[in-house]
């Protein structure tokens, strides 16, 4: 079955940027009514919806973080990534990647990623 | 501060029912469906109802979800140790062109 798996530094500067790339196995990124996206979770508290990608490449972001967010797709290596510009340590997290379901009935997140922590901090 | 307003805890004891309640505006829930998910201690969130009212076919029918307007409940009947874990409401906003989620309520089952 489709599983996804988040990976990349597990230390961040401040300031710096945060990269972390999401791998699909067991079926095909570009198959399917599906839109990628990335969601976040600081420990002991809720999930944040940082953003998301279609297969054609077209994204959404939220708006509180698009100033810095960069979402990507690549195709041929079955990856989405996520660029996060001038971190915090309120940017400290679990960062989940997660598939969308999107059709004209049902919209949900239907997989998700283990989580990858990213911890920013000098 | 989540756009979705939700208790921050809940509790039972076993076989009974409970409900969690979720808050929005016409701009989110009013306007579009809500999904809940569940999310056990260490665990990553998996999708519990959604479309309001649907449960994917390994969800037990102990769980089921209704919305009025712009506020969604989670009912959980029969309640069961295992499920003991944090559970959001999300949904679309369609004036931030966003997901949103609630701020996750803690249940605990004594």
């Known amino acids: 079955q489709v599983q996804l798996q988040e990976w990349g530094p597990g230390l961040v500067k401040p300031s710096q940027t945060l990269s972390l790339t999401c791998t699909v196995s067991?079926?095909?990124?570009?198959?399917?009514?599906?839109?990628w996206s990335w969601i976040r979770q600081p420990a002991g508290k809720g999930l944040e919806w940082i953003g998301r990608?279609?297969?054609?490449?077209?994204?959404n972001y939220n708006p509180s973080l698009k100033s810095r967010v960069s979402i990507s797709i690549d195709t041929s290596k079955n990856q989405l990534s996520l660029k996060m510009s001038s971190v915090t340590a309120a940017d400290t997290a679990v960062y989940y990647c997660a598939r969308e379901v999107s059709t004209s009935v049902r919209r949900y997140f239907d997989l998700w990623g283990r989580g990858t922590l990213v911890t920013v901090s000098s | 501060q989540s756009v979705l307003t939700q208790p921050p805890s809940a509790s039972g004891t076993p076989g009974q029912r409970v409900t969690i309640s979720c808050s929005g505006s016409s701009s989110n829930i009013g306007g579009n469906t809500v999904k809940w998910y569940q999310q056990p201690p260490g665990t990553a969130p998996k999708l519990l109802i959604y479309s309001n009212n649907q449960r994917p076919s390994w969800v037990p029918d102990r769980f089921s979800g209704s919305k009025s307007g712009t506020s969604a409940s989670l009912a959980i009947s029969g309640l069961q140790s295992e499920d003991e874990a944090d559970y959001y409401c999300?949904?679309?906003?369609?004036?931030?062109?966003?997901?949103?989620f609630g701020g996750g309520t803690k249940l605990t089952v004594l």
């Open positions: 067991g079926g095909s990124i570009s198959s399917g009514n599906y839109y």
């Open positions: 999300s949904t679309w906003d369609d004036s931030l062109n966003a997901w949103v």
């Open positions: 990608i279609y297969t054609s490449g077209s994204t």
